[in-house]
């Protein structure tokens, strides 16, 4: 019922910044928690920063805590995730969920709807 669609991923030096959107589509997100994940190579896909939809309160990952930002457009139906002060470690395949009453500590399994994925590689 939910589409998201991620964009914004690309090659960036360490230190620099990057802006990724995830596109939702289907249904009204009043009740819904959007989340961003991120997996690397041989790692578990982890939590990086998610946001209620409604509210705009937001939790975010220790790992990315003053670094990076959610936000959300109502207008748009599009939540953000300004990455800043970026590191080599920040390097995955980041993914945005959404799940209807999920939380800001839900984990990967509460999640309803996932997209593809956008490639984030940060170089040293």
């Known amino acids: 019922q939910v589409q998201l669609v991620e964009s914004g991923g690309g090659l960036v030096q360490a230190g620099g910044s990057l802006r990724l959107s995830c596109a939702a589509s289907g249904r009204s997100f009043n009740s819904y928690t959007m989340g961003w994940f991120r997996q690397a190579p041989g790692k578990e896909r982890e939590f990086v920063a998610a946001?209620?939809?409604?509210?705009?309160?937001?939790r975010y990952a220790d790992s990315v805590k003053g670094r990076f930002t959610i936000s959300r457009d109502n207008a748009a139906s599009t939540v953000y995730l300004q990455m800043n002060s970026l590191k080599p470690d920040d390097t995955a395949v980041y993914y945005c969920a959404a799940g209807s009453f999920v939380g800001l500590r839900g984990t990967t399994s509460q999640y309803d709807y996932w997209g593809q994925g956008t490639q984030v590689t940060v170089s040293s």
């Open positions: 946001i209620l939809w409604s509210r705009g309160s937001t």
